[in-house]
Every structure is written in structure tokens, then in C-alpha cells.
């Protein structure tokens, strides 16, 4: 098992490299990244007002004046469920139920997206880019709010029926980062967003858990086998004609310092504010969305 890994390691390490050699020097000269077409806007404006319609989506914002258009945000969204059908649906400039605040949102999501045909242009257009420490540097230094899932794809490895599991407690670069810059914490949540795929996750008795979340680290997402209606790529309806409705909750801000070198002390405190507000924003809205028997846990 140890040799396994040691070999999965090294051909991480390679992939990156190759993977970087690509990025910069084949696939920004042959499939460059720019403005939009205007067709492509008329394209994604629909396709992002259809997607509000299908989910009934509904937004809660418990206090609209606090988010300010003169402030940096880093939205922390919780869950990430088997996929966070909640990111390029809302968090972009197209949804007019996103606070005006924070309409020129970025999204971090894998890197992953901008090697793929399908994804890589409609993702960039949308507003999400590659989650790496450099961009979230660099979106916030350009007076640019962010929106990242902060547990990631490591909370595909906690998912259970009937449970939001919150990878959060070892969470602390989202917030080292906006304590550099001095943006605001802003805790959010999804409510329904779990139930719009089924999902079937390798581990064990088959494969052990080890080997998973190392090809996990490797490829940057869980290799999870997904479905929705019918079994194809549609997500679930909870009716012929009614979809899984969501329900997109924003707690209030917290405000941070800037810190250039913040301590191991004053980020853990700053995470664990936000910890508590998450666990409170469930609580309080958990009902209303149609989820008080789920049970809400932070890990």
C-alpha cells in the first residue's frame, strides 16, 4: 500500500507539472480565454434564468444593508454536496436574486473545469476561476468579492442521507487569506442543493478509504457516480412537474481586520465565528426550507 501511494504521488507531482506547461504554454495561445459573444450572453442569461425557475430558487438575505457594494466578501458556501448546482446557477451576473453587492462576484471552483470543451469557456464567462492561493490573492487585492465552498470535495467523503456534513474545523486558509486583505466573511447556505443528484461513492469494503482520498487529492474531486431524473445528467424533480426546491440562505457579515501576518490564534478565532454562524443559520431556516429532520454537523 505504501509503494502504491508513494507512486500516486510522484504522478501527481508530474501531472502538475505537465498540467501547468500546458495551461501556460498550448492552451491559453490555441483556446484563449476573453470576453463573451453576445450571443453566448444571451445564451448564459437564459440559461441561468431557467435554472432559478426549475429549482424554484428563493434567496434569504438576513440583513440586505450589511453587505455593502464598498466592502470585499469572501462567501463561504455550505454545502458541497455531490455537486454545488448552487455556484454557476446564482453566484454570477445574471441572477437578479444575488444582493446587488455582490453582483460582480468570482467564483473559486477546481481548475479542473478549464480543461474540459464543455466547461472551460461557459465556467470563465460566468465568473468562476481556478481556486488556487494566486487568484484568491489576487481577485481580492482587485476590490473583487469571492464565493468558495470552504469543506470542498472533501465533504463528498462525509456525505449522508439525511445529514449536511460541514468539513469546516481545519478550514483556516479562506480565512488567512481575506484577514490579509481585510474582506468580510460572509456565511452561507444551500438548502436543497444535496438532494439534486443521487450519488454512489467508491470506498470500502471494495476499495479502502486511503486509496480514495488519495486519487481524491490527485484528480482534485471525488470520483462519485452521479445521476438525476431517469438516471441521466437532469436534476431530481420531487414531482412530475415540481424540481427539488432551493432555498439560498446569507447569514450576516463578519467583519475582519486587515492582517498582513495574522496568528495561528486570531485566524482560529475568526474561523470558529464563522463556524457558529453557519451552525446558527441552519438552525434558524432549517424549517422554513423543508429540512428540520436533517441533522446539521460541523466536522
Known amino acids: 500500500m505504501a509503494d502504491l501511494l508513494a507512486v500516486l504521488a510522484s504522478c501527481k507531482e508530474l501531472l502538475l507539472e505537465l498540467r501547468a506547461v500546458f495551461d501556460k504554454q498550448i492552451?491559453?495561445?490555441?483556446?484563449?480565454?476573453?470576453?463573451?459573444p453576445v450571443l453566448m450572453e444571451r445564451f448564459l442569461n437564459f440559461s441561468v434564468q431557467s435554472a432559478m425557475q426549475y429549482f424554484s430558487l428563493k434567496v434569504i438575505c438576513e440583513d440586505y444593508d450589511a453587505i455593502k457594494p464598498d466592502q470585499t466578501y469572501v462567501v463561504g458556501l455550505e454545502p458541497h454536496s455531490a455537486l454545488p448546482t448552487a455556484l454557476p446557477m446564482m453566484f454570477n451576473k445574471y441572477c437578479q436574486a444575488l444582493p446587488k453587492a455582490l453582483q460582480d462576484i468570482k467564483v473559486l471552483a477546481t481548475s479542473t473545469v478549464f480543461y474540459l470543451p464543455a466547461t472551460r469557456h461557459p465556467w470563465y464567462w460566468l465568473g468562476i476561476r481556478s481556486i488556487d492561493r494566486d487568484t484568491f490573492h489576487s481577485l481580492l487585492a482587485a476590490q473583487n468579492s469571492v464565493v468558495l465552498v470552504p469543506g470542498g470535495v472533501s465533504e463528498c467523503m462525509l456525505m449522508r442521507k439525511g445529514q449536511e456534513v460541514m468539513y469546516l474545523t481545519?478550514?483556516?486558509?479562506?480565512?488567512?487569506?481575506?484577514?490579509?486583505?481585510?474582506?468580510?466573511?460572509?456565511?452561507?447556505?444551500?438548502?436543497?442543493?444535496?438532494?439534486?443528484?443521487?450519488?454512489?461513492?467508491?470506498?470500502?469494503?471494495?476499495?479502502?478509504?486511503?486509496?480514495?482520498?488519495?486519487?481524491?487529492?490527485?484528480?482534485?474531486f471525488?470520483?462519485?457516480?452521479?445521476?438525476?431524473?431517469?438516471?441521466?445528467?437532469?436534476?431530481?424533480?420531487?414531482?412530475?412537474?415540481?424540481?427539488?426546491?432551493?432555498?439560498?440562505?446569507?447569514?450576516?457579515?463578519?467583519?475582519?481586520?486587515?492582517?498582513?501576518?495574522?496568528?495561528?490564534?486570531?485566524?482560529?478565532?475568526?474561523?470558529?465565528?464563522?463556524?457558529n454562524a453557519m451552525q446558527a443559520l441552519c438552525q434558524?431556516?432549517?424549517?422554513?426550507?423543508?429540512?428540520?429532520?436533517t441533522t446539521f454537523k460541523v466536522v
Open 27 to 36: 492552451l491559453n495561445v490555441l483556446w484563449p480565454l476573453g470576453k463573451a
Open 222 to 275: 471525488v470520483p462519485l457516480i452521479m445521476w438525476g431524473r431517469w438516471g441521466t445528467t437532469i436534476p431530481h424533480k420531487v414531482s412530475f412537474l415540481v424540481a427539488v426546491p432551493m432555498l439560498v440562505v446569507f447569514g450576516k457579515p463578519i467583519q475582519l481586520p486587515k492582517m498582513e501576518h495574522p496568528s495561528k490564534e486570531e485566524i482560529q478565532k475568526y474561523l470558529q465565528l464563522y463556524i
Open 170 to 220: 481545519k478550514r483556516t486558509g479562506f480565512v488567512r487569506i481575506a484577514l490579509n486583505h481585510g474582506a468580510h466573511l460572509l456565511p452561507c447556505f444551500a438548502f436543497g442543493q444535496s438532494d439534486t443528484y443521487s450519488w454512489l461513492r467508491p470506498g470500502p469494503p471494495f476499495i479502502p478509504n486511503m486509496v480514495v482520498e488519495t486519487v481524491r487529492k490527485w484528480l482534485g
Open 284 to 293: 434558524k431556516h432549517k424549517d422554513c426550507a423543508g429540512y428540520g429532520g
